[in-house]
């Protein structure tokens, strides 16, 4: 468990959930672990199976805590927001900014935050393949592009453009894997590849974590800023999975073909389509789950946190935002 701001989120399975005294007690098998005010909490999000009592309940009913409920593979589940509590001011905020110049300044920052990423995960190898310094270079001319971009269309293309100059760089960054894990080029629908079928497949995992992450918020996931709204599509999620593609799921897929820990054979073919085979899908979404797990430092909050809750994260920081608690939404950019 941990206290960011003030929400707090239950990462561990087997807690119970009580309230004392004003304040959350915290334990497991009979033994008490911690004591939180409820005072000092707004929200809990729940990531695990653990049981929670009647009184705890009430009592954030009266606190305005909302509780969020999550599958311990991030499935959103729903959200107990009591009797006095509701979204609708919030996602009245949400809506407004997307019809004023709000929307530029959030989709502006979040193709900012991607194309630092880019430019961080390339740096990791620039001194290994010198080549790569040139892409880095027009990434960070084009940064300055975004700054002066005064339209939503425009910050698009600048995002399409550094995309196109960033995945051009993918097969230098792959150390002597076999041909048939190469990139080549991104293709989606279907994934032309076995790298493109994995990229397709974990980009699809996170924008779905990235779901579950706004609703918990109370925001609505398919009003979004930088991708344009369709029936069906969660455009807001879609937004915010813009900012874990390389630090979270590029670096992971570069890093396990260059270790050998997913291979050709993982893979199988259909009329064109490359998909995992099931015993591949599970032996990825296992590690998948497992690398989730591992704990990096959030800036911002000056904590360590598991990789898994920076969509929670960033959730947290737009609701902020579209409150008018704090004058910007900041990205998320890497922090390796």
């Not at 509701?86 to 530029?104: D, P, S």
């Not at 959030?106 to 991607?114: C, D, Q, R, W």
């Not at 041909?179 to 990229?199: G, I, T």
């Not at 920076?310 to 902020?320: A, E, I, R, V």
Request: with cysteine.
């Amino acid at each position: 468990m941990i206290v960011i701001g003030k929400v707090l989120y239950i990462m561990t399975d087997g807690l119970y959930l009580n309230v004392d005294h004003d304040s959350i007690e915290i334990g497991k098998n009979k033994k008490l672990i911690t004591r939180i005010p409820l005072v000092s909490l707004s929200q809990i999000i729940i990531i695990a199976n653990v049981t929670i009592s009647a009184y705890l309940l009430s009592s954030c009913s009266r606190a305005k805590i909302s509780i969020s409920y999550l599958s311990p593979y991030g499935k959103y589940l729903g959200t107990f927001y009591g009797s006095e509590i509701g979204n609708v001011a919030l996602r009245m905020k949400q809506y407004e900014a997307f019809t004023n110049g709000t929307k530029i300044s959030i989709a502006k920052n979040i193709v900012l935050g991607k194309t630092i990423n880019q430019m961080a995960l390339l740096a990791k190898y620039s001194s290994k393949y010198p080549d790569i310094e040139q892409t880095r270079s027009f990434l960070s001319s084009e940064i300055e592009n975004l700054v002066d971009s005064n339209s939503v269309e425009q910050i698009r293309g600048i995002e399409g453009e550094c995309a196109a100059k960033y995945f051009s760089t993918f097969d230098q960054l792959l150390d002597g894997c076999s041909d048939d894990m190469k990139f080549v080029e991104r293709s989606r629908r279907p994934p032309k590849n076995r790298f493109n079928a994995l990229l397709s497949l974990l980009y699809t995992i996170e924008t779905t974590n990235c779901i579950a992450a706004i609703s918990s918020y109370g925001l609505d996931p398919y009003l979004g800023y930088l991708h344009e709204i369709h029936p069906g599509r969660a455009s807001l999620a879609c937004d915010l999975v813009e900012e874990f593609r390389s630090p979270v799921i590029d670096a992971y897929i570069i890093k396990s073909i260059n270790l050998k820990k997913i291979s050709g054979k993982d893979f199988e073919e259909l009329e064109g389509m490359y998909s995992l085979t099931p015993n591949g899908k599970k032996k990825v979404l296992t590690d998948w789950e497992k690398y989730k797990e591992e704990k990096v430092m959030y800036k911002l909050w000056g904590k360590e946190v598991p990789i898994k809750l920076l969509p929670y994260l960033q959730s947290q920081l737009l609701g902020q935002f579209l409150r008018g608690d704090i004058p910007e939404y900041p990205p998320f950019t890497d922090w390796r």
